[in-house]
Each structure stands twice: as C-alpha cells, then as structure tokens.
C-alpha cells in the first residue's frame, strides 16, 4: 500500500513534522504543501512577516525536491479540490489555530495527528490542569512541573542551583553609558534567489492592488531553513546567552536586539524543536560556557512561557477571544495601525513602533510595557490589539497573540491567566533604558507641558478602574496611591483632551 500524503502547514517545516515516530506520517510520505493567497488577503501583514513565511514554505519544498507537490492557489480549499485526492488519504499534524483546526477536521479526506513543536501533550496538560486548587493554572507551577517531567536543569528531584526561579538576577538595567550591549550580533542570514522570487511576488502582488501590507522589508533578518535555524541556536548559546540573563528586561535604543536569541520566529515556524532548545542551554551551563541565571531565563521562557501560552490557547476555549473584563472600546488609531513613528513624539513609544515598522520585532519588555501598556492605558479594544500583534510581528500566530495580549498584556481576562495588569508610569521605562533622556516628555512629571503619557496614562487608568483593581491584592496599595495625588482632577483633563492623538 502507497504511503499517505502528509500536508504541511507552513509553520510545519522542521524534519519532526515528518518523522514517523510516535504517531508521525507515513515513513517517505508525499508532502503537499499549499501557499494560500487568500492568507494574505484576510489581514493587512507586515510585509517582512509576508516575505518570511513564503520564503520558508518555498525553501522547504526546494529542499524536499520531487518528493513534494507544492500548490499555490486562492484557498485551502481549493489547493486540496486541485490536489484531487493524489496518493490516497492526507494527514496532517495538528494545526496551531482554532481556525485551522476546524477546516481540516470538516475534510472527510484528512485524517489529523497529534501536534509537533511542543514539549507537552494537549491530554498531558490539561491532567495537570485538572490537578491545580481553584483552577488558578499559574505559570510558575506549571514551569516547575514542566522542569520535573523533562529534567531539565535539574539535580535529582531539586532545581539546578537549588532555586527555580532567577528573576530577581535578570532585571538589571542596561549598563551606564552605553548605546550597545556590546555582544556579538545576532546570527544573520544571506539572501538567495528564492527570497528575490518571494519579494518580486509580493511586489507584483501589492502593485496589482491583491494585497496590502503595513511596515517595511529589508534584508531577511530571520532563518527560513532548519540549516540557518540551527546557526542561530548555535550562534545564540555559544556567544550570546551569556549576557542574556541580566539584561533580559532592559532596553537600549540603538540596541532593539540586546542579547536575546531571536529564536521564536524558526520555533514557531516550527524550524526548530524546543527541546533541543533548552537542552543545549543546559549544556552550555554544566559545561561552564553559561551562568545558570541566564540559562534558567531562557529555558522559562520556552519550556515556561512559550510551552504555557501554547497549553492555554486551546484549555481556555475560543470563549476567550472575546474576553473584555474592563470594557475597552477605543478603536487603534491610525498612527498605530500604520506604525507610524514619526507622528510620536514619546521616545519610548517612536522607537519601539519604529522596531516594528523595520524589523516586525521587538523583545518582550517593549511589546508588554510600551505597546502594549499604551494600549491599556487609552482603553483600546483588546480584540483589536491582539490582532494587530498577530499581524505585525514576525514570531505573532493566534496561538501565541491570543493569550498574551487577552491575558497578560491587556488584562482583558481578570486575572485568569496572571495576578496584575502589566502596566507602569515613566519611572519604570526611565530605569530600565536609556530612552527617557532624550524625550520631550519626563518621566516624573503627570501634568503640564512636559508630563509623561505613560504616567499620567498609568494613574488614569486606575483611576478608571478603581473598584475593581482596588480589590486585587497586588494592586491595591498603587490604587490607594490616587487619594495622595494632588493634581489628579488636572491630569485627568489633560489625559482626556489628548484623546487618540499621537503622545
């Protein structure tokens, strides 16, 4: 009997997704990939984010030469119906949407394995879930349980160092006096004759009015094949992970990459595994190469984090999508939608949307504290915020921007993925950048001429949602902290004759 057809998504592209162990595709199975327009159609990408999926499906189906058919068409739907049922039954590993999900399981001829990319099981978590008091689903529980079942940094039954959690060696500010970390760059990509195709395509496209992009393509920043993946894994541990820990949360304006890994676009692209990941982390540590403190960041962020948002987007139900406990309405205003840094006068805030504008990335601290704070403070419809981090970063898929910025980001949730809503005034950008100097605006002053928008932003909103956050413990002393602003009338006026103008 002939082998089944495997379907490749395009953020499937690693050799696990064709490996025929534990309950993998049929050994030198057909491949079908299918390059969909109508992708491109549905939201407004960022044109870098564009040119890297396409680039890596492409790469990959050059890679595996007549073993497989690759489609382009208008839909899904119709690269299958062309498909015309070659060789048999598909299958095809668990996809990474909901919407996606539901489209290959409406297919009679598609037959749907378990999900790759991950450390965990769907049913593994969610025995797990089952077992956490109150259904409180924390991540720090949940990253130590990761840790015990995947022995990773650990000695016998106790973490490695004999503490889980290094945070508190991992939020330095960045060094005095220095516009760069002074770290060796990142891993950096050549460009090759399919990424000229891919671009060409894009701008044919665009020029015909089939799509429409926001923000700019540069040279590819980002690996598209498993052999620049594993450059950059290998660039990353061995001449950048150790500096990663104690900078982990600060910014640097002529230095958007500091020392992270740039890792999540080839992890989501499903390019790299992220047990190999972590497991290379850990060798770098006992071996010397790496101090623990950055090691264990690193691992919490993908055996923690990324494992934890993953879990969540399919526990928490589609339900969540249209979670919005603190009834935020506001539409994003255009200066946002069109990534336009030049319409901000905020340093903090320029410079992070211009990160986006030319690279379709940022680090964590200035997608959670400076977008994303922005957001929540102006009450911006978190439904709307979660799609534009979707489309304009190049890591953003529904899996890994719907709990992020309905839960962590935007608080839109209540609480049930964290403790707080993540936001602050000047004073905390001030300290961990250098980005408040040059502003116009200063970080201690709420009022007036000079007065910080994320300041002034942040006693706004609690005192928008006083009642509420009054009653959450981790809160209520900086909601008590209103009754001894004596100019709390005059900044409330100002905050609201902003309106949606650029700060």
Partial sequence: MAPRTHWLF???????????????????????????????????FHRAKAHLVLSAMRHRAAEL??????????????????????????TVCHPTSRAALDFVNARDEVDVLD???????????????????????????????????????????????????????????????CSTLEVPAPYSPAEDEIDDEVR?????????????????DGPRRFPVTRRESLAALRRFVSHRLGDFGRYEDAMLAADPTMSHSLLSVPLNLGLLDPAECVERAEEAWRSGAAPLNSVEGFVRQIAGWREYVWQLYWH??????????LRHTAPLPDWFLDLDAEAVTANCLSTALAQVRDTGWTHHIPRLMVLGSRALQDGWDPAAVTD?????FVDGYD?????NVVGMSQYADGGRMTTKPYTSGGAYINRMSDLCAPCAYRPTDRTGEHA????????????????????????????????RLKDLDELLEETSERGDRAP
């Avoid at 395509?201 to 700019?216: C, I, T, Y």
Wanted: glycine fraction near 12%.
């Fill in 452 to 483: 910080c928008p994320y300041t002034a932003g942040y006693w706004a909103f609690l005192h928008r949602h006083r009642t509420a956050l009054s009653a959450n413990h981790r809160m209520a002393r900086a909601v008590k902290g209103l009754d």
């Fill in 388 to 392: 534009w981090f979707h489309r304009c």
């Fill in 65 to 90: 030469g007549d073993r497989v058919r690759y489609v382009q068409a208008e839909t899904y739907a119709d690269g299958l119906a062309g498909f015309g049922g070659h060789g048999g039954r598909l």
């Fill in 115 to 177: 999900a790759r990319g991950f450390l965990l099981t769907r049913t593994e978590f969610g025995a797990w879930a089952q077992e956490q008091t109150g259904n409180r689903l924390r991540m720090e529980g949940f990253y130590r349980w990761v840790r015990r079942r995947h022995e990773l940094l650990m000695d016998g039954d106790e973490p490695a160092g004999g503490t889980w959690n290094l945070d508190h060696d991992n939020r330095e500010p960045p060094p005095r006096g």
């Fill in 200 to 216: 060409h395509d894009l701008d044919r496209w665009e020029r015909d009015g089939d799509v429409s992009f926001v923000g700019r």
């Fill in 316 to 325: 928490f139900g589609e339900d969540y999508r249209g979670r919005n406990r």
């Fill in 10 to 44: 395009g953020d499937q592209l690693g050799p696990h997704f064709l490996d025929p162990r534990h309950g993998g595709p049929d050994a030198d199975a057909p491949v079908l990939m299918i390059e969909a327009r109508s992708v491109l159609r549905r939201r407004r």
């Fill in 399 to 403: 899996w890994v921007m719907l709990p």
